[in-house]
């Protein structure tokens, strides 16, 4: 049976105990105060650009790692998404030629996990920091680090032309200053009849405020121009839509 994302997100609080050599209780105790201590941070930095904001996220060290820990662990939308993304990697057809993922942001690694749970090759991409390192000491745990390939972000830009055959993205452009540049180059990064599973939370509040609000390039990306609301970015490049988080390219 198929590893499913709801079981490796059950591991964290005991995984992140280890890691972090502290008892289980004080994990979760931790994990449930992250996100405000975070935000706190966050809005006290009151970064501007996008290179600020990437300095930031590389800062915030723990709070981050426990922050998205929790996130994981507790929705179920995400971790059903998480579950379809690993069945279209692993139908006949996909593991017959070898079926490529690539993770956009990987973050604490629990994406690109479930897929080398599942004998998925997979490439994850993230900064270095502590999520990084989390995200490799969990596929250690797993027995799967031989499945997955490393890249820092800025191999984002020179990784070749149809590369992959699966491309998530769960909740990263909502941080990019130009999500429509991220949404062509995932595109171009895709094989011919690939897939594209895409989430995106563009909401500045006091709960996200590291996300960028809802905006032109938001509304370029999904559609919803004022008097060309049928066109989206996602559209003209040629993506047909199969649900609203999944995006075939043809």
């Keep these: 049976m198929p590893t499913r994302y709801a079981a490796i997100a059950a591991t964290l609080p005991d995984h992140l105990a280890e890691f972090l050599g502290i008892p289980v209780a ?4 931790r994990m449930a105060r992250a996100r405000d201590e975070r935000n706190r941070l966050w809005v006290a930095a009151d970064p501007r650009t996008e290179a600020d904001r990437e300095k930031l996220y590389q800062s915030l060290g723990e ?3 426990l922050k ?5 662990r507790t929705d179920v939308e995400k971790q059903a998404i998480h579950d379809v993304a690993v069945q ?3 139908t006949s057809g996909a593991q017959a030629r070898g079926a490529q993922v690539l993770d956009c942001g990987g973050g604490i690694g629990d994406t690109t996990l479930v897929f080398a749970a599942n004998d998925v090759p997979v490439t994850y991409m993230e900064f270095p920091g502590l999520c990084y390192d989390f995200a490799h000491f969990r ?3 797993f027995g799967c680090a031989d499945r997955v390939t490393v890249r820092e972000p800025a191999a984002f830009w020179t990784l070749a032309p149809g590369s992959y055959d699966l491309l998530i993205s769960i909740d990263v452009l909502e941080h990019l200053e130009n999500p429509v540049k991220f949404a062509a180059r995932y595109h171009t990064l895709l094989r011919p009849g690939g897939l594209l599973f895409l989430t995106a939370h563009f909401h500045h509040s006091a709960k996200n405020p590291d996300h960028l609000p809802e905006n032109d390039a938001y509304r370029r990306l999904f559609g ?3 008097r060309t609301a049928r066109r989206s970015v996602l559209r003209n490049l040629g993506f047909k839509r199969r649900r609203w988080y999944r995006f075939v390219k043809p």
């Design 26 to 29: 004080e994990v979760m105790a």
């Design 63 to 65: 709070l981050d790692l």
């Design 139 to 141: 596929w250690r745990k």
């Design 68 to 72: 998205y820990a929790e996130w994981h």
């Design 88 to 90: 279209a990697a692993t």
């Design 224 to 226: 919803g121009e004022r």
